[in-house]
Nanobody
């Protein structure tokens, strides 16, 4: 399984970005997928999760601004980010879970991408 993120960049506060995660390998369309982020000097944190059936979960900090979605036909995961804030600045990773995500723990994911940088200026 390979995961490749794209779509990051440098934007001003209030702008929007859409991240993509192109997945290859077996079983992607039946896997729960997640977006995580890591800011400098901070631990990696959960942003959003989408189950294979499409239901989703968001961290409180992004709820109402970010939307996670997936296109199983092309094995791609998305993260639409609106009204970006400087505190959203981080390296964003997509990840695949081999089984249903239950605990919202990073340990539930077995494959990770290399990340795409999002920088939001004030």
């Amino acid at each position: 399984v390979q995961l490749v993120e794209s779509g990051g960049g440098l934007v001003q506060a209030g702008a929007s970005l859409r991240l993509s995660c192109a997945a290859s390998g077996d079983g992607i369309c039946i896997s729960d997928m997640g977006w995580y982020r890591q800011a400098p000097g901070k631990e990696r944190e959960l942003v959003a999760v989408i189950a294979s059936r499409g239901n989703s979960y968001y961290a409180d900090s992004v709820k109402g601004r970010f939307t996670i979605s997936r296109d199983n036909a092309i094995n791609t995961l998305y993260l639409q980010m609106n009204n970006l804030k400087p505190e959203d600045t981080a390296l964003y990773y997509c990840a695949r879970a081999p089984q249903t995500v239950v605990l919202l723990s990073q340990n539930e994911y077995d494959y990770w991408g290399q990340g795409t940088q999002v920088t939001v200026s004030s």
